[in-house]
């Protein structure tokens, strides 16, 4: 079955600093790739997703990458404010499995 | 919005008691799933179901059931509780898959 690795496990940067997440995945066949981010008592809520046949896709501060080559893709927000410190999980999907697998996900704390 | 509640935000049980958590949702999705959360490993899926009366087996189900007689309603059942049931559990749907899950605020549950 699919295997998502999610690094790092804690991430501390300062206020208006860049933060990178980055996941590898296991199989090749993955082909949906969503972001989640749960703060602190709340439920994961999606921020941001990418599809296999793009490379990159943004929203305002925040883009995602992929890399299916290598089969990894990374979560990038730019201009880090307070309310960015949650916790983020990548996960990975291909319609033959019907399920998301999620990595282990990355505390991030924005330091003001 | 979509809307996706859980029976109780918090449960405490007696080891061997049989438990039950219930999952709803208001937007007609066919794909539900129910997670458990815990510190360090992420997301795991336990059970998962695309249509009424249908089920399928995630990444840990042993020590568990599920139910679903009604497409909005997802039920969890823990047969015989255990202390190392003792989490954090999350319920999800979805309209189709390979799209956004909609998580419940979870529940959680301690097993003395």
């Known amino acids: 079955g699919e295997n998502v690795e999610q690094h790092p496990s804690t991430l501390s940067v300062q206020e208006g600093d860049s933060a990178v997440i980055k996941c590898t995945y296991s199989?090749?066949?993955?082909?949906?790739f969503p972001w989640y981010k749960q703060e602190l008592g709340k439920r994961p809520q999606l921020i941001i997703d990418i599809r296999s046949n793009v490379g990159e896709k943004k929203d305002q501060r925040i883009a995602v990458t992929l890399n299916k080559t290598a089969k990894h893709f990374s979560l990038h927000i730019t201009e880090t404010q307070p309310e960015d410190s949650a916790v983020y999980f990548c996960?990975?999907?291909?319609?033959?499995?019907?399920?998301?697998?999620f990595g282990t996900g990355t505390r991030l704390t924005i330091i003001p | 919005d979509v809307k996706v509640t859980q029976s109780s935000r918090y449960l405490v049980k007696r080891t061997g008691e049989k438990v039950f958590l219930e999952c709803v949702q208001d937007m007609d999705h066919e794909n539900m799933f129910w997670y458990r959360q815990d510190p360090g490993l992420g997301l795991r899926l336990i059970y998962f179901s695309y249509d009424v009366k249908m089920k399928e087996k995630g990444d840990i189900p042993e020590g568990y059931s599920v139910s679903r007689e009604k497409k909005e309603r997802f039920s969890l059942i823990l047969e015989s509780a255990s202390t190392n049931q003792t989490s954090m559990y999350l319920c999800a749907s979805m309209f189709r898959q390979g799209n956004e899950q909609f998580f419940g605020p979870g529940t959680r549950l301690t097993v003395l």
């Open positions: 996960a990975a999907f291909y319609f033959g499995n019907e399920k998301l697998t």
């Open positions: 199989d090749s066949a993955s082909n949906y």
